[in-house]
Nanobody, 117 residues
Framework: QVQLVESGGGLVQAGGSLRLSCAAS????????MGWFRQAPGKGREFVGQ????????YYPDSVKGRFTISRDNAKNTVYLQMNSLKPEDTAVYVC??????????WGQGTQVTVSS
Protein backbone atom coordinates (compact mmCIF):
# COMPACT_ATOMS: atom_id res chain seq x y z
CA GLN A 1 0.00 0.00 0.00
CA VAL A 2 1.45 3.32 -1.05
CA GLN A 3 1.79 5.90 1.68
CA LEU A 4 2.98 9.49 1.43
CA VAL A 5 3.39 11.21 4.79
CA GLU A 6 4.23 14.90 4.99
CA SER A 7 5.81 16.61 7.96
CA GLY A 8 7.60 19.82 8.85
CA GLY A 9 4.81 22.34 8.60
CA GLY A 10 4.23 25.03 11.17
CA LEU A 11 4.05 28.73 11.89
CA VAL A 12 6.81 30.99 10.61
CA GLN A 13 7.26 34.73 10.23
CA ALA A 14 7.42 36.34 6.81
CA GLY A 15 10.93 36.08 5.41
CA GLY A 16 11.59 32.85 7.26
CA SER A 17 12.19 29.32 6.05
CA LEU A 18 10.70 25.86 6.47
CA ARG A 19 11.62 22.46 5.14
CA LEU A 20 8.83 20.01 4.48
CA SER A 21 9.40 16.28 4.17
CA CYS A 22 7.42 13.65 2.31
CA ALA A 23 8.21 10.08 3.36
CA ALA A 24 7.18 7.60 0.68
CA SER A 25 6.59 3.89 1.24
CA UNK A 26 4.82 0.93 -0.27
CA UNK A 27 6.67 0.59 -3.54
CA UNK A 28 9.78 1.58 -5.45
CA UNK A 29 9.48 5.18 -6.54
CA UNK A 30 12.47 5.36 -8.87
CA UNK A 31 10.19 5.62 -11.92
CA UNK A 32 7.94 8.25 -10.36
CA UNK A 33 7.77 12.00 -10.42
CA MET A 34 7.12 13.50 -7.02
CA GLY A 35 5.18 16.72 -6.85
CA TRP A 36 4.32 19.29 -4.24
CA PHE A 37 1.01 21.14 -4.26
CA ARG A 38 -0.66 23.59 -1.94
CA GLN A 39 -4.18 24.69 -1.21
CA ALA A 40 -5.08 27.86 0.64
CA PRO A 41 -8.51 28.40 2.23
CA GLY A 42 -11.10 29.19 -0.42
CA LYS A 43 -8.67 28.59 -3.28
CA GLY A 44 -7.96 25.76 -5.66
CA ARG A 45 -5.00 23.44 -5.58
CA GLU A 46 -1.79 25.03 -6.82
CA PHE A 47 1.24 23.20 -8.19
CA VAL A 48 4.50 24.34 -6.55
CA GLY A 49 7.05 22.02 -8.08
CA GLN A 50 8.17 18.52 -8.89
CA UNK A 51 11.22 16.29 -9.02
CA UNK A 52 11.89 13.28 -11.20
CA UNK A 53 13.08 10.65 -8.78
CA UNK A 54 15.47 8.88 -11.15
CA UNK A 55 17.32 11.94 -12.46
CA UNK A 56 16.72 14.57 -9.80
CA UNK A 57 15.47 17.00 -12.44
CA UNK A 58 13.19 19.67 -10.98
CA TYR A 59 10.59 22.08 -12.26
CA TYR A 60 8.97 25.06 -10.55
CA PRO A 61 6.28 27.52 -11.51
CA ASP A 62 7.20 31.21 -11.57
CA SER A 63 5.28 31.83 -8.33
CA VAL A 64 7.91 29.98 -6.27
CA LYS A 65 10.95 29.81 -8.55
CA GLY A 66 14.05 31.00 -6.74
CA ARG A 67 12.46 30.57 -3.29
CA PHE A 68 11.47 26.89 -3.20
CA THR A 69 13.76 23.93 -3.81
CA ILE A 70 12.81 20.27 -4.08
CA SER A 71 15.28 17.49 -3.38
CA ARG A 72 15.20 13.79 -2.60
CA ASP A 73 17.07 11.31 -0.45
CA ASN A 74 17.07 7.92 -2.12
CA ALA A 75 18.24 6.08 0.97
CA LYS A 76 15.40 7.47 3.06
CA ASN A 77 12.79 7.38 0.27
CA THR A 78 12.00 10.95 1.19
CA VAL A 79 11.38 14.09 -0.83
CA TYR A 80 11.93 17.56 0.62
CA LEU A 81 10.53 20.99 -0.09
CA GLN A 82 12.81 23.75 1.14
CA MET A 83 10.93 27.03 1.31
CA ASN A 84 12.81 30.28 1.80
CA SER A 85 11.77 33.94 1.89
CA LEU A 86 8.27 32.89 2.87
CA LYS A 87 5.39 35.29 2.35
CA PRO A 88 1.95 35.41 3.98
CA GLU A 89 0.47 34.33 0.64
CA ASP A 90 2.41 31.06 0.93
CA THR A 91 0.07 30.08 3.77
CA ALA A 92 -1.64 26.82 2.76
CA VAL A 93 -1.85 23.10 3.29
CA TYR A 94 1.08 21.56 1.44
CA VAL A 95 0.61 18.10 -0.05
CA CYS A 96 3.01 15.78 -1.81
CA UNK A 97 1.96 13.43 -4.58
CA UNK A 98 3.46 10.70 -6.77
CA UNK A 99 2.96 10.47 -10.51
CA UNK A 100 3.56 8.01 -13.28
CA UNK A 101 3.01 8.97 -16.92
CA UNK A 102 2.10 12.53 -15.88
CA UNK A 103 -0.83 11.42 -13.71
CA UNK A 104 -0.63 11.96 -9.97
CA UNK A 105 -2.03 8.72 -8.57
CA UNK A 106 -1.05 8.96 -4.92
CA TRP A 107 -1.51 11.82 -2.48
CA GLY A 108 -0.51 12.53 1.08
CA GLN A 109 -2.71 14.10 3.73
CA GLY A 110 -0.87 17.38 3.82
CA THR A 111 0.85 19.61 6.35
CA GLN A 112 -0.19 23.13 7.32
CA VAL A 113 2.16 26.04 6.68
CA THR A 114 1.20 29.40 8.15
CA VAL A 115 3.25 32.51 7.42
CA SER A 116 2.59 35.50 9.65
CA SER A 117 3.18 39.07 8.54
Amino acid sequence: QVQLVESGGGLVQAGGSLRLSCAASGRTFSSYTMGWFRQAPGKGREFVGQITWSTGATYYPDSVKGRFTISRDNAKNTVYLQMNSLKPEDTAVYVCAAAQASTYNYWGQGTQVTVSS
